[in-house]
Structure formats: structure tokens, C-alpha cells
């Protein structure tokens, strides 16, 4: 596919307020950003903050400040899914009342030996919708997509994953539901983001194309692992992002990247590298995988 150019390209970056940014954060930051830039597209920012008991205080304002402290700069207000529930709320009750989607009353007990793959347990209990997740009807198909560093993808929805969760059972809408609707209502057409997040695009797919809307293109980048294997990240002691570090870990994150800035912009400020970046992005150099030495060291 030829690349797209401004105003037809729309990206974000969408970070989980459950903790502060880290490496792992900046990489997919920077590369969504550049990815946008530099083709002169525009990159929005949305909080994905569907989870309050998962909310670390103070994380929004952190992320922000990070974000600036990098030189980031994004296009109009950002979006925090906590006041997107109306319209989260109105699909699945269209989902719910055309019999595409269903109430499911069971518990993580009664789920553990199928090993996440729902067996259809409530598919067909007629279970009112109150005090029960509420579960999307998938079909025995699969779902494909060709991703611009992880190459095609496959999954079938029916034997891998199962009718998936659209709304919790303490009410809180699921991931999948409000990331499909927000990236529609946003106009996305490119997401840039973790590979950790590639086995759920298949279920957003099939959302895309119950719902009638567009499928933007999909670039996952490699996870950043630690020798044993954890992916770095807030669980695995991988330290907040410092203001006073912003210029080497940019440049640390380009090469992880595959990008090659120059010796001279170890000296230059975030905004300065972030425009090399912008001038120089080439997305086919981005590995497919990654372990934490080979971050550091390129």
C-alpha cells in the first residue's frame, strides 16, 4: 500500500493511566508519532482510562508531563474513554437487543480449565443483562490482516478465542469495544502499537465489520523483553521516564527502532530529535522482536 499523506493520515497514541510511561511507553510513543509525522499526518491522544480500580493517582498528570517533557506535541484535545460511556453504552445495547451479543453469569472458576478460550457456557442461557458480563457472538471464521512489521496475521475467532467480553460484569466496558468505536470516531487510520496487542486486532476486525466501520492499517512493534523473557513494562521494575533523560532515551528508543540518528544529536534538544526522526522515519527498518540488551545497545 502506497504511503498515505496529510490530511489523510490520522494516528494516536493511547496510554493506560495504570502507571507512569517507561521505555516501553516512549517506544510506541515515538513511533506512532513519527509514523504520523512524518508524513505530515496528525497524532491525537486518547487516555485509555476504562479501568478506575487499576488507576494509579496522579498517572494522567504523569503521562502529560512526560509527554511534553519529550518535546511531543499532539493535534487537538485529548480524549479520555471515561467520558466516551453513552456511546459505548448505545452499541452494546444494539449489540444486546439483536442477539449479537449476551449476558454471561460465569465465573473465573468455572472458566480456568478452558484456558481463556470461551466454550459457550451462557451462549444460549437467555441470562438477563444485569450483574453479568455481557459476551460478543463470534463467528467459526478467521480473521486475517497483513501488519506492516509482524507481516499477516491469522486467527480464527471461534477456536482460539471464543465469544469475548464487550462490558465486565461490574460494569466497566471492555477494551475491545471502546477501542474499535474511539479509533472510528477519531477518523484513525493507522495504529502504531505494542505486538502485545496483536492477538486481540482479529476480535477488532470482526467488530469493524459488524459495525460497518473502515479497517485502518496495523503496524504492531516488537516487545521490548528482559532476559527472562517479561516484557518491560510497569510490572517488571522498569523505572518512570525522567525529564532529564529525554534526549538519550529518544535517541535510545530510535535505535531501538532500527532508526540511525546521527552522533551530532546527542547534544540537541527532544524537539530537535524528534524532528530528525520526522525527516528520516523509515518504518521498514523497525525489527520484528527485540530483547532489552539489543535496545540498550543499539
Given at each position: 500500500?502506497?504511503?498515505?499523506?496529510?490530511?489523510?493520515?490520522?494516528?494516536?497514541?493511547?496510554?493506560?493511566?495504570?502507571?507512569?510511561?517507561?521505555?516501553?511507553?516512549?517506544?510506541?510513543?515515538?513511533?506512532?508519532?513519527?509514523?504520523?509525522?512524518?508524513?505530515?499526518?496528525?497524532?491525537?491522544?486518547?487516555?485509555?482510562?476504562?479501568?478506575?480500580?487499576?488507576?494509579?493517582?496522579?498517572?494522567?498528570?504523569?503521562?502529560?508531563?512526560?509527554?511534553?517533557?519529550?518535546?511531543?506535541?499532539?493535534?487537538?484535545?485529548?480524549?479520555?474513554?471515561?467520558?466516551?460511556?453513552?456511546?459505548?453504552?448505545?452499541?452494546?445495547?444494539?449489540?444486546?437487543?439483536?442477539?449479537?451479543?449476551?449476558?454471561?453469569?460465569?465465573?473465573?472458576?468455572?472458566?480456568?480449565?478452558?484456558?481463556?478460550?470461551?466454550?459457550?457456557?451462557?451462549?444460549?442461557?437467555?441470562?438477563?443483562?444485569?450483574?453479568?458480563?455481557?459476551?460478543?457472538?463470534?463467528?467459526?471464521?478467521?480473521?486475517?490482516?497483513?501488519?506492516?512489521?509482524?507481516?499477516?496475521?491469522?486467527?480464527?475467532?471461534?477456536?482460539?478465542?471464543?465469544?469475548?467480553?464487550?462490558?465486565?460484569?461490574?460494569?466497566?466496558?471492555?477494551?475491545?469495544?471502546?477501542?474499535?468505536?474511539?479509533?472510528?470516531?477519531?477518523?484513525?487510520?493507522?495504529?502504531?502499537?505494542?505486538?502485545?496487542?496483536?492477538?486481540?486486532?482479529?476480535?477488532?476486525?470482526?467488530?469493524q465489520e459488524l459495525l460497518g466501520l473502515r479497517q485502518p492499517r496495523y503496524l504492531h512493534l516488537p516487545l521490548i523483553t528482559q532476559p527472562d523473557g517479561n516484557?518491560?513494562?510497569?510490572?517488571?521494575?522498569?523505572?518512570?521516564?525522567?525529564?532529564?533523560?529525554?534526549?538519550?532515551?529518544?535517541?535510545?528508543?530510535?535505535?531501538?527502532?532500527?532508526?540511525?540518528?546521527?552522533?551530532?544529536?546527542?547534544?540537541?534538544?527532544?524537539?530537535?530529535?524528534?524532528?530528525?526522526?520526522?525527516?528520516?522515519?523509515?518504518?521498514?527498518?523497525?525489527?520484528?522482536?527485540?530483547?532489552?540488551?539489543?535496545?540498550?545497545?543499539?
Amino acid at each position: 500500500m502506497t504511503s498515505l499523506t496529510s490530511p489523510d493520515y490520522i494516528g494516536r497514541f493511547a496510554p493506560t493511566p495504570s502507571g507512569h510511561l517507561h521505555f516501553g511507553s516512549l517506544v510506541a510513543a515515538l513511533a506512532s508519532y513519527l509514523d504520523a509525522r512524518s508524513v505530515g499526518g496528525r497524532w491525537l491522544l486518547r487516555m485509555e482510562d476504562l479501568d478506575p480500580p487499576r488507576e494509579e493517582p496522579g498517572a494522567q498528570a504523569a503521562i502529560l508531563k512526560a509527554l511534553e517533557s519529550y518535546g511531543f506535541e499532539w493535534d487537538g484535545t485529548m480524549i479520555r474513554q471515561s467520558e466516551r460511556h453513552a456511546a459505548y453504552a448505545q452499541v452494546l445495547d444494539q449489540l444486546f437487543n439483536h442477539g449479537l451479543a449476551y449476558a454471561c453469569t460465569c465465573s473465573r472458576k468455572q472458566l480456568e480449565p478452558y484456558h481463556g478460550i470461551y466454550p459457550g457456557l451462557c451462549r444460549n442461557a437467555g441470562h438477563p443483562g444485569e450483574d453479568a458480563a455481557i459476551r460478543l457472538r463470534v463467528p467459526e471464521l478467521e480473521y486475517h490482516f497483513n501488519d506492516r512489521v509482524q507481516g499477516q496475521y491469522r486467527q480464527h475467532l471461534g477456536r482460539e478465542v471464543g465469544d469475548f467480553v464487550i462490558r465486565r460484569r461490574d460494569g466497566l466496558y471492555a477494551y475491545q469495544l471502546a477501542v474499535v468505536l474511539d479509533d472510528a470516531w477519531q477518523g484513525i487510520t493507522d495504529i502504531v502499537r505494542g505486538a502485545d496487542l496483536l492477538d486481540s486486532t482479529p476480535r477488532q476486525l470482526y467488530l469493524q465489520e459488524l459495525l460497518g466501520l473502515r479497517q485502518p492499517r496495523y503496524l504492531h512493534l516488537p516487545l521490548i523483553t528482559q532476559p527472562d523473557g517479561n516484557k518491560l513494562g510497569k510490572s517488571y521494575r522498569s523505572p518512570p521516564l525522567r525529564a532529564d533523560q529525554a534526549t538519550p532515551l529518544l535517541l535510545r528508543a530510535l535505535r531501538a527502532l532500527g532508526q540511525t540518528p546521527p552522533a551530532d544529536l546527542d547534544d540537541a534538544t527532544p524537539a530537535e530529535v524528534l524532528k530528525w526522526g520526522s525527516a528520516h522515519w523509515d518504518a521498514t527498518l523497525i525489527p520484528r522482536t527485540l530483547t532489552l540488551p539489543e535496545a540498550l545497545l543499539r
